[in-house]
């Protein structure tokens, strides 16, 4: 496929699909398309799924894939208008209930520390869908905590003790702080643009995906495209909120960007890779077919930093 027919077959997709290939790839908002992704396919499926509880699945964090949390980080992340009264509405009931003594959000009782991968996805979709200051500085305050001395963050730290950081934790609190600072949110923000950059020199100094010590993967399944990713690291997603942050590029880039383009097929598109295990609101994508959300993310990474 030619460039243009790789763009016809996203256009050829679901709604959310449309708006993000729209908007990213030919540069042109088209709010139509964003209005529709809550009144058809994979979004209006999301908002269906919700409950007479107020909630999806059991609530805030149980289970996984189905609860309330990573319901709505798959909705800010199809690009769901910002002032959908759903998420908004389970967004602040999370806010107002799930708060643990340390300021954090905490679906565990009988764990005294809050997640800290946790609280930076939740901070993601809760500034995206415009939660109240007040409800995210306490998280804000909790997360600024848990910063190691390497730059990055690492979920045991506050549990069970740790002295490096995790790249699964490190990116979904990066992100957090992302869409944090997009908004007009002025809690401690003064600090996270230095707590921030420390987050990308530490991904960075691993090359997104390599062990400090013997530059080997740290784990081979990073190096693997995943749709929706979640909380799990790999290098696309890695990529993609670089991108979408404005880092700049760095050859320390390289490796993951070479790894990015040879997994292009022959006929431009990208392939998915084996779901997560757990039930899903959302038909899983079948290994080893075309993937749209895989290589309309993969395109516009390429876009950027190519």
Same mark, same amino acid.
């Given at each position: 496929?030619?460039?243009?027919?790789?763009?016809?077959?996203? /256009?050829?997709?679901?709604?959310?699909? !449309?708006? *993000?290939?729209?908007?990213?790839?030919?540069?042109?908002?088209?709010?139509?398309?964003?209005?529709?992704?809550?009144?058809?396919?994979?979004?209006?499926?999301?908002?269906?799924?919700?409950?007479?509880?107020?909630?999806?699945?059991? +609530?805030?964090?149980? $289970?996984?894939? %189905?609860?309330?949390?990573?319901?709505?980080?798959?909705?800010?992340?199809?690009?769901? =208008?910002?002032?959908?009264?759903?998420?908004?509405?389970?967004?602040?009931?999370? @806010?107002?209930?799930?708060?643990?003594?340390?300021?954090?959000?905490? $679906? =565990? &009782? +009988?764990? %005294?520390?809050?997640?800290?991968?946790? #609280?930076?996805?939740?901070?993601?979709?809760?500034?995206?869908?415009?939660?109240?200051?007040?409800?995210?500085?306490?998280?804000?305050?909790?997360?600024?905590?848990?910063?190691?001395?390497?730059?990055?963050?690492?979920?045991? /730290?506050?549990?069970?003790?740790?002295?490096? =950081?995790?790249?699964?934790?490190?990116?979904?609190?990066?992100?957090?702080?992302? !869409?944090?600072?997009?908004?007009?949110?002025?809690?401690?923000?003064?600090?996270?643009?230095?707590?921030?950059?420390?987050?990308?020199?530490?991904?960075?100094?691993?090359?997104?995906?390599? =062990?400090?010590?013997?530059?080997? &993967?740290? #784990?081979?399944?990073?190096?693997?495209?995943?749709? $929706?990713?979640?909380?799990?690291?790999?290098?696309?997603?890695?990529?993609?909120?670089?991108?979408?942050?404005?880092?700049?590029?760095?050859?320390?880039?390289?490796?993951?960007?070479?790894? @990015?383009?040879?997994?292009?097929?022959?006929?431009?598109?990208?392939?998915?890779?084996?779901?997560? $295990?757990?039930?899903?609101?959302?038909?899983?994508?079948?290994? +080893? *077919? &075309?993937?749209?959300?895989?290589?309309?993310?993969?395109?516009?990474? /390429?876009?950027?930093?190519?």
């Amino acid at each position: 496929m030619r460039w243009s027919e790789v763009i016809g077959w996203l /256009l050829s997709g679901d709604v959310a699909v !449309q708006f *993000q290939t729209t908007r990213d790839l030919m540069r042109r908002v088209d709010l139509d398309l964003q209005r529709r992704i809550a009144e058809e396919g994979e979004g209006a499926t999301l908002l269906a799924a919700r409950g007479d509880s107020q909630h999806w699945g059991l +609530g805030f964090y149980r $289970p996984k894939w %189905t609860c309330s949390h990573y319901t709505l980080l798959d909705l800010k992340n199809l690009g769901l =208008s910002r002032s959908n009264s759903v998420a908004r509405e389970v967004t602040g009931l999370i @806010l107002r209930r799930e708060k643990g003594q340390d300021g954090g959000l905490n $679906p =565990s &009782p +009988g764990v %005294t520390g809050s997640d800290a991968c946790i #609280n930076g996805m939740a901070l993601n979709y809760a500034a995206y869908f415009g939660a109240e200051e007040s409800q995210l500085s306490s998280i804000i305050d909790f997360l600024l905590e848990q910063q190691l001395g390497d730059g990055g963050f690492n979920c045991r /730290l506050n549990r069970s003790g740790a002295h490096h =950081s995790s790249v699964h934790t490190t990116l979904s609190v990066f992100e957090g702080i992302s !869409q944090y600072r997009r908004g007009d949110y002025l809690h401690r923000l003064a600090e996270l643009g230095d707590v921030q950059q420390g987050a990308v020199e530490f991904l960075l100094r691993h090359r997104l995906y390599r =062990s400090e010590r013997s530059h080997e &993967p740290i #784990n081979d399944d990073f190096t693997r495209f995943h749709h $929706p990713a979640r909380w799990h690291f790999d290098i696309l997603r890695c990529l993609d909120a670089f991108a979408d942050a404005g880092v700049r590029y760095d050859p320390r880039m390289d490796d993951a960007l070479g790894i @990015l383009d040879r997994r292009r097929s022959a006929d431009g598109r990208w392939m998915a890779t084996r779901a997560y $295990p757990g039930a899903t609101h959302l038909p899983v994508p079948r290994a +080893g *077919q &075309p993937s749209r959300w895989v290589t309309l993310i993969a395109m516009r990474v /390429l876009h950027a930093y190519t």
